[in-house]
């Protein structure tokens, strides 16, 4: 022994942790006894000096949560983790996750460094959605469910001593707790640390109904103790005769369980029936259908109360049997029957089967390990519901969201890939406009990084900033973002667009052989305004100035209103457009299509293009079939065009956008050319986000699939092109979606 820390252990015998000694020592499990006993004396010199607020040296947290974490049959690292789990945080001087990788190797670290991460959390004051996210950013961030575990008795110590803090932290905590921690707990199974959890973070949240809710039971207690004697010696007796090994406990009710019901059901204490509860454990599956045989012999049973979670598990692997009998002194009362196994799992959950012998560090090894409690609680009837339950966790543990804190603890919830631009138009869309630049976890970050699970990103801002960039547009991931950076182009610069958007309007006036008058000006482009439904004249040119309508509509109105207000006469006819032009003046919608001097005619769509309403179009004469619409920059419709023999039968279309703001808007199909990662979810997240625009789907198809890369070719009914870049955007935020492109059905 030559160190200090070994002098240490030779004057001050382990006292503090001799019960955790003694648990490891007599376990079955190999624990290394070394390495648990080093981990304490660095927490302990680390945390010399500091104390508890109670007064007590600091060192008796970590002690405590190393002890409850050790009665869930915890391995090695993770009590080791838990007497170091406040060292980083607390000791940023002395120590640091490197420095603990390096003297309690990587899965230690890994865990330290989880709980650390967990701390910023704050569920004050927040709305039911963004706690649901934290709740699965937790399960997300501890890519090994040993965080979740150990910060679950981090939590249950922090609990268990509140008492001592100021009222204003005592609430935040035991609000955090009844939110976030407890949920977790159930989730996981672990009822015993759910319920300590619910009832203590009550006796903070409403002292005076605990107080009230516990002296009831007391007093019903009391009252009725006979009753509760005389049951558990009658059914004991009982079970005996039938030579079954059984345990008995007859107080089984939380005080946060009545209280809930009260609550929630509007009752009075008295009201509530099944309130006294025995359980009886068992040792084979079959001593609990037995002692069930025996519960119903003795007492009458109230029907439809009884229920088999046997053979039917709940989704987080609770079993047992339920029923509710009538005492002989006519007081109902609940029986709860299982094995001591189903016992431990109802008790500790997943804790009570997890198994860390060697740590599991891969998605594979958790999966393995998973498919392995699966096996072990698949029942006959219970397998579907095991299933889901096992599907849900996993996609919890490795979600294809990204959770991101702000700096005061929110969390936020992106789609994988999404940006710090989209992250700070999900704060506000003042945040994104304001944004010059961003931190990750305390460091400056270019504004197009993607964040990690578990990063603190800060958005700086200042009021002198001038405004997203066009550029964001290619780079933002989110929808939402991208419509609020385009909302701010309409809006903030709606002068700069109005003077842009004037000239380009003049600019086209100018094309025409002969000046309008500025009265005649006035009214042609009011009217075109009014058809192309803007407001009024500003409101043209604002939408002309940030690209919210293309100017070729713009001209083609124009243009008819130039025909209309200009009188023919005054123009002198010399070139082959304005000819054109002067001939073609009745113009009749045909099935939603303008097309020049084509009255009648019956038009249909290009199937190389599939046009949709908003995009630009060509007209071309087919030989007997009509007239059929492309687009144009459809290939076929730009080479078409500069053949000589087609050159006449290429028509001028446009969309009758009356035709289109009235009435029942029609489908068209459209194909979707989708490159993807071949993820196995990924045709469901496909079909699930049409489903969720109410998008019909019309035809599905594979191009080209490797080993690791899919084409799919999707055909769907779309209304226009709005409509069509909505569904765009969605479907590129889909995860393993690389790239989409408008093609061919
Ligand atoms: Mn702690």
Redesign the pocket.
């Known amino acids: 022994m030559s160190n200090t820390a070994d002098i240490k252990t030779a004057e001050l015998p382990l006292q503090p942790i001799e019960k955790i000694l003694a648990v490891v020592t007599a376990s079955e499990k190999h624990y290394d006894i070394e390495k648990i006993e080093r981990a304490f004396l660095y927490a302990k010199s680390l945390h010399e000096g500091q104390y508890r607020v109670s007064g007590e040296p600091y060192i008796s947290?970590?002690i405590a949560?190393a002890e409850i974490v050790t009665s869930l049959g915890l391995d090695t690292d993770s009590i080791c983790a838990a007497f170091l789990?406040?060292t980083v945080e607390d000791c940023p001087d002395k120590t640091s996750i490197d420095i603990l990788r390096s003297r309690f190797g990587d899965d230690v670290a890994m865990l330290v460094d989880g709980l650390t991460k967990m701390k910023v959390i704050n569920v004050e004051d927040k709305e039911e959605a963004n706690i649901e996210n934290i709740r699965k950013m937790l399960l997300a961030m501890s890519k090994d469910i040993r965080v979740i575990f150990i910060k679950l008795c981090?939590r249950l110590?922090?609990m268990r001593t509140l008492g001592v803090k100021a009222e204003a932290k005592r609430r935040a905590t035991a609000l955090e707790t009844m939110y976030v921690y407890a949920p977790l707990a159930h989730r996981l199974g672990m009822q015993r640390i759910k319920q300590e959890l619910e009832n203590l973070a009550l006796s903070y949240l409403d002292p005076i109904g605990y107080a009230e809710v516990s002296s009831d039971i007391e007093r019903k207690y009391g009252q009725n103790q006979n009753f509760i004697e005389n049951t558990r010696t009658y059914v004991a007796e009982k079970l005996e005769e039938y030579d079954i090994n059984f345990t008995l406990e007859g107080r089984v009710k939380t005080v946060y369980s009545i209280y809930r019901k009260m609550f929630k059901q509007n009752k009075s204490f008295d009201e509530i029936y099944d309130f006294y509860a025995i359980r009886i454990i068992v040792n084979t599956e079959l001593e609990c259908y037995t002692a069930l045989g025996i519960i119903h012999e003795l007492f009458k049973s109230i029907p439809g109360r009884f229920k088999d979670y046997i053979s039917t598990p709940k989704p987080n692997m609770y079993q047992s049997l339920h029923t509710t009998v009538i005492g002989r002194d006519g007081i109902p009362f609940e029986v709860q029957i299982r094995t001591r196994e189903m016992h431990e799992i109802a008790e500790y959950g997943i804790a009570a089967h997890w198994k860390y012998k060697s740590g599991a560090k891969s998605k594979e090894e958790i999966d393995q390990k998973l498919a392995w409690i699966s096996r072990l609680i698949d029942t006959e009837n219970g397998a579907a519901d095991t299933e889901d339950f096992m599907q849900a966790l996993k996609i919890d543990i490795f979600s294809d969201e990204t959770f991101v804190f702000t700096p005061k603890g929110d969390v936020i919830a992106l789609p994988q890939g999404a940006t710090l631009i989209d992250f700070a138009y999900a704060i506000h869309s003042q945040v994104g406009n304001r944004m010059v630049g961003a931190k990750i976890n305390g460091m400056i970050a270019p504004i197009d990084r993607v964040p990690q699970t578990g990063d603190i990103v800060e958005i700086l801002t200042s009021s002198a900033a001038k405004g997203p960039s066009r550029d964001w547009l290619k780079i933002v991931k989110t929808s939402e973002a991208r419509a609020k950076i385009r909302q701010w182009f309409k809006k903030e610069k709606r002068a700069e667009n109005i003077k842009i958007g004037r000239e380009e309007i003049e600019n086209a006036l100018a094309r025409f052989r002969v000046k309008p008058t500025e009265e005649q000006i006035e009214e042609i482009v009011s009217a075109a305004a009014k058809k192309l439904g803007m407001a009024d004249v500003e409101d043209l040119y604002n939408a002309v100035g940030y690209s919210g309508i293309a100017m070729t509509k713009v001209s083609s109105k124009l243009k008819q209103e130039y025909e209309r207000v200009v009188k023919p006469e005054e123009h002198p006819i010399t070139d082959v457009e304005q000819v054109q032009t002067h001939e073609l003046k009745h113009r009749k919608s045909t099935g939603g299509i303008i097309v020049d001097d084509a009255d009648g005619c019956e038009v249909k769509f290009a199937k190389c293009c599939n046009p949709l309403p908003g995009d630009e179009i060509i007209g071309f004469v087919t030989k007997g079939y009509g007239i059929s619409i492309h687009k144009k920059d459809c290939p076929n419709a730009v080479s078409g065009q500069k053949n000589p023999e087609q050159a006449d039968r290429w028509l001028h279309a446009e969309w009758d956008i009356e035709e289109f703001s009235s009435g029942a808007k029609p489908l068209y199909e459209v194909g979707l050319q989708i490159w993807a990662e071949n993820d196995i979810r990924l045709l469901s997240n496909i079909t699930t986000a049409l489903a969720d625009m109410k998008v019909t789907l019309l035809g599905i198809n594979t191009k080209k699939r490797t080993e690791s890369d899919i084409i799919l070719l999707l055909t769907v009914g779309c209304k226009n092109i709005d409509h069509y870049n909505s569904i765009l955007s969605r479907l590129k935020n889909i995860p393993h979606v690389l790239n989409i492109e408008r093609g061919t059905a």
């Open positions: 947290h970590p949560v789990h406040d981090d110590h922090n």
